[in-house]
T-cell receptor, first 110, second 114 residues
């Protein structure tokens, strides 16, 4: 059973537009959420995080939104750039460990 | 400072053979994690260590998998015997602790079992 789900395996966006990546979770005890970005042949790298006591965290072009009642978080990238093309994993912290989703492959077309 | 180092980067082996994956965490980090990436399940945590002690191995698929961390700078993940369904990318990650600190991932080992 997947406690963290990313239901869209892929997303294609035009350069300059907004990219919205979604993530759902089932465990209300998760207290911290992260997004990781992964390029081919490399390990995932940390992108942005949010504590469960907040509903928004922004870092440059990247904003993460958390809706605790819906157990849903999203990552917004504005404006999207071709270099943002990668696989994005959301993760939730629970029981001292991170639980990752399946990943969403974002393709930003020029 | 070097990041997390994993070896080998690629491993091709035949079913039934023993496979050993190696990891050197970032110096000073005291938590180490082994993950497996597959298309269906994404990134799965297999096992993690804190101060060289295994804390949670509930993600280890079965007895064919074992992991050790003999010291703070080295860990191994062993599969014996290997099976084709073990084919995946295996990542090692490290962090200062299992708290809010982010995990830093190695480049991964792509394992193919024929």
């Amino acid at each position: 059973d997947q406690q963290v789900k990313q239901n869209s395996p892929s997303l294609s966006v035009q350069e300059g537009r907004i990219s919205i990546l979604n993530c759902d979770y089932t465990n209300s005890m998760f207290d911290y959420f992260l997004w990781y970005k992964k390029y081919p042949a490399e390990g995932p790298t940390f992108l942005i995080s949010i504590s469960s006591i907040k509903d928004k965290n922004e870092d440059g072009r990247f904003t993460v939104f958390l809706n605790k009642s819906a157990k849903h978080l999203s990552l917004h990238i504005v404006p999207s750039q071709p270099g943002d093309s990668a696989v994005y994993f959301c993760a939730a912290r629970g029981g001292g460990k991170l639980i990752f989703g399946q990943g969403t492959e974002l393709s930003v077309k020029p | 400072d070097a990041g997390v180092i994993q070896s080998p980067r690629h491993e091709v082996t035949e079913m039934g053979q023993e496979v050993t994956l190696r990891c050197k965490p970032i110096s000073g980090h005291n938590s180490l994690f082994w993950y497996r990436q597959t298309m269906m399940r994404g990134l799965e945590l297999l096992i993690y260590f804190n101060n060289n002690v295994p804390i949670d191995d509930s993600g280890m698929p079965e007895d064919r998998f074992s992991a050790k961390m003999p010291n703070a700078s080295f860990s191994t993940l062993k599969i014996q015997p290997s099976e084709p369904r073990d084919s995946a990318v295996y990542f090692c990650a490290s962090s200062f602790s299992t708290g809010l600190e982010t995990q830093y991932f190695g480049p991964g080992t792509r394992l193919t079992v024929l």
